[in-house]
């Protein structure tokens, strides 16, 4: 770089490193769920096709508080982030996460939308509450984690979050299942792969593209 050149700046290291394909700025995604009375059965299948088998898989409990930043003069879509916080690990950073809007290719296997996982300090709600955010909702998740590759599952209970000293109340009789991978723009491959690993675990869990255009359309209703 030469002498008198401008310092590069935070985003232009950002801009950089995103067109050298080096960020995981993409989600490759696939939902389901399966009932309470038959998660110990997916459990056990997912041992046997996930890595790292002997060690068992990883446990997680986390709440989650989703924030919503409105453009003041209507003239974009509202930007969702979301605040994890893992409850079983005080010590952990706050997870910042950043989800844009999903692509909206039928052909494609897997849903796909950009993300950016950050992680922040404990101040983050007031930087968030300074910048006009405001908590659309939040709740706590309780769950397993297993690795495939470069593929993440993740099959978890969701609680409401109690008042004073309640105990967590699920939202429904059914865990959810994630089926995810975070990968640089450009790698569609990864969806033909995920779908492959998805099929092994039918009938357990039926694993399928959200739309989640529909569904904010019938939330709208």
């Known amino acids: 770089m030469a002498a008198n050149a401008p310092p590069m700046t935070a985003t232009d290291s ?21 009932l309470d009375s038959a998660v110990e059965v997916l459990l056990h299948r997912l041992r046997g096709l996930c890595d790292n088998v002997d060690a068992g898989p990883e446990t997680f409990d986390d709440q989650e508080v989703c924030f919503i930043l409105r453009d003041p003069n209507q ?44 992680a922040c300090s404990g101040m983050l709600f007031e930087f968030l509450n300074e910048l006009g955010c405001r908590i ?4 706590s998740v309780k769950g397993y ?23 967590p109340e699920p939202i429904s009789q059914s865990y959810l299942v994630e089926l995810s991978v975070l990968a640089p723009t450009g790698q569609d491959a990864i969806g033909e792969d995920m779908r492959a690993f998805a099929d092994q675990l039918r009938p357990l869990v039926q694993l399928d593209k959200i739309d989640y255009k529909r569904l904010s359309h019938m939330a709208g209703q």
């Open 75 to 118: 003239q974009a879509l509202p930007s969702m982030l979301r605040v994890r916080k893992a409850l079983d690990a005080r010590d952990m950073p706050y997870q910042l996460r950043y989800i844009g809007q999903a692509d909206g290719e039928k052909n494609r296997p897997t849903v796909l939308r950009s993300v950016l996982d950050i």
């Open 145 to 167: 984690m297993f690795r495939k590759g470069r593929m993440k599952i993740t099959v978890a209970k969701v609680f409401k979050i109690p008042q004073s000293s309640m105990a």
């Open 136 to 139: 659309e909702y939040e709740y």
């Open 14 to 34: 950002l801009s950089q490193a995103v067109k050298a394909n080096i960020i995981h700025n993409q989600e490759y995604l696939l939902q389901g769920s399966v």
